[in-house]
């Protein structure tokens, strides 16, 4: 079983320990190689007038992730935030933090199908969070209205500068809601997969 979130309802959680201590709150999420996993976190002091705080967390450091909270098992799970960034710089992350946030999404055959307004992560059992769509603001050309849209990834995504490719499939399953987009997003790259 897995959960879709996306990007925006897990910055500003708190992050508690087992022991029920409220040691800060996520700032930023960040991506691994290729935008295709999450790497981590970087946190915030909380309350009103607190600022960045000099220390992240690593994903295998998450032991849960709730509706309410993000889970560690205590401070010790807590690292600095450079030695977080270098790790996924490592992994063949993007220096920087690879913001797509604003990127124009196209298809491979030049369709432009919208711009990127958030990140759809799959939080599953197997303590991955992988990033399987982007919410975006519809292009005219895709012909669905001004709504944002859900729009499924492939497995690994091709990128240049301020665009995203995607195949052009994809326009086949894109969806208004969360609710249907888990089995919108295995169908597709099953179909990808299968070409």
């Known amino acids: 079983m897995s959960v879709?979130?996306?990007?925006?309802?897990?910055?500003?959680?708190?992050?508690?320990?087992?022991?029920?201590?409220?040691?800060?709150?996520?700032?930023d999420v960040v991506y691994g190689a290729n935008g295709g996993h999450v790497e981590g976190f970087t946190l915030a002091g909380r309350g009103l007038f607190a600022g960045p705080l000099k220390?992240?967390?690593?994903w295998s450091s998450v032991v849960g992730l709730g509706?309410?909270?993000?889970?560690?098992?205590?401070?010790s799970s807590l690292v600095p935030t450079d030695a977080m960034l270098e790790s996924a710089v490592a992994s063949g992350a993007a220096p920087g933090g690879g913001d797509v946030l604003g990127s124009q999404v196209l298809t491979d055959d030049g369709t432009a199908l919208g711009t990127v307004v958030d990140v759809i992560i799959e939080v599953s059992k197997?303590?991955?969070?992988?990033?399987?769509?982007?919410?975006?603001?519809?292009?005219e050309s895709l012909g669905r209205g001004k709504n944002r849209l859900l729009i499924p990834l492939p497995d690994t995504l091709a990128a240049s500068g301020e665009h995203l490719i995607v195949p052009a499939a994809a326009r086949d399953f894109v969806r208004d809601d969360l609710a249907g987009f888990g089995a919108a997003v295995e169908d597709f790259r099953a179909r990808i997969k299968g070409q």
């Open 126 to 139: 197997s303590e991955q969070a992988d990033v399987v769509g982007y919410e975006i603001d519809p292009a």
């Open 4 to 27: 879709l979130l996306r990007s925006s309802e897990i910055t500003k959680k708190p992050v508690v320990t087992y022991g029920g201590e409220d040691v800060a709150q996520i700032k």
């Open 55 to 58: 220390t992240a967390i690593a």
């Open 67 to 75: 509706p309410d909270a993000v889970i560690i098992a205590d401070e």
